[in-house]
């Protein structure tokens, strides 16, 4: 890497902050596609913007709109997409997903004709289709044949736009552009596909750690959490299936199992009709006494359990001798 920084090969003019050698990495197609695609949109969106504002100079009321149109066609490629002015960063527009991006590339080049300025609408529409052949090529191709040459005419073509139109050019080439055309053709050469390497696996399994993680974990050790998140995921394949019961005496559940639950509420209603244990005047509270006094039709507001306990106690007494006169009449 050191050496294509001094020679100014592959891309490359100036000492690396990071000292890690490309042969140690290998680029995933579908994230750096997204990212490109991104370029691409927004190199579409600021030269219509571009040429709305030149066409509003020359006629203050001109009504049509090149952004709008470019925004209609990709809505009509079924996907959900809008445009809006964020008072920081300015133009903003909705990013693509994976499945957007491989449909973008599919349809939009045949709508674009019409939709763009006259000088750079031929550029434009060869430059979707270049990168297009080249992720195909690379998820789909698995002889590892060289797309080098449909690679640099991609850049090239990005790089000629940027002489008729804000949106490219060189000041716009970002870093999975410099992969794009001076490592992943040599990448997919040496692996015979790159389209082996996604990472979208992990991506996914990343997603649902984070959500078990916050939904189903005590979030004191986050680690080991999702490791051990990750063994059950693996293994849940293989969790054991419970046995069907098998019922062999039908009799028993027909008639048997009947009767013996009717056995046990007639022993429940037996244990709770036996003779309540007697309270005992000498453990009760004073909320316990002037509640037993009440019940007798005596209402007092003496708050000594001592006289509590010794007016009960009269009171029993009482009862008791007056029962066994009754009895003995």
Request: hydrophobic share 35%; charged share 30%; proline share 3%.
């Amino acid at each position: 890497m050191r050496e294509d920084c001094l020679n100014e090969a592959n891309g490359m003019k100036n000492v690396p902050l990071f000292n890690v050698e490309p042969s140690l990495i290998i680029p995933d197609v579908m994230h750096m596609g997204i990212r490109i695609m991104n370029c691409l949109i927004d190199g579409l969106l600021v030269d219509a913007e571009d040429h709305d504002n030149r066409a509003k100079v020359l006629n203050p009321k001109a009504s049509s709109s090149t952004l709008k149109k470019i925004i209609h066609e990709i809505n009509n490629c079924g996907v959900k997409f809008d445009v809006w002015h964020d008072k920081r960063k300015g133009m903003t527009f909705t990013s693509v997903t994976g499945g957007e991006m491989k449909r973008l590339l599919k349809l939009l080049p045949d709508k674009l004709p019409g939709s763009l300025p006259a000088q750079t609408e031929s550029k434009t529409v060869r430059l979707w289709k270049l990168f297009e052949e080249v992720l195909d090529h690379f998820e789909h191709n698995v002889d590892g044949l060289s797309i080098q040459n449909k690679a640099s005419q991609f850049f090239e073509t990005f790089l000629e736009l940027g002489k008729d139109c804000k949106g490219y050019g060189p000041e716009r080439v970002t870093p999975y552009m410099h992969i794009l055309v001076h490592h992943a053709a040599s990448k997919h050469e040496t692996f015979k596909c790159l389209g082996w390497f996604s990472s979208q696996g992990i991506e996914k399994k990343n997603d649902v750690l984070k959500h078990l993680h916050h939904s189903k974990t005590n979030k004191w050790n986050a680690a080991q959490d999702a490791l051990k998140l990750a063994k059950r995921l693996e293994v849940a394949e293989y969790v054991r299936i419970s046995r069907a019961y098998r019922k062999l005496d039908a009799k028993y559940w027909s008639e048997g199992l009947i009767q013996e639950i009717r056995a046990k509420r007639r022993r429940c209603a037996d244990e709770d009709s036996e003779t309540e244990v007697p309270l005992s005047v000498e453990n009760m509270d004073g909320a316990e006494l002037r509640t037993e006094l009440r019940a007798l039709g005596v209402n007092t507001t003496t708050k000594s359990v001592v006289q509590l306990r010794e007016k009960l106690k009269k009171l029993k007494h009482k009862s008791a001798e007056a029962t066994d006169g009754a009895n003995a009449v």
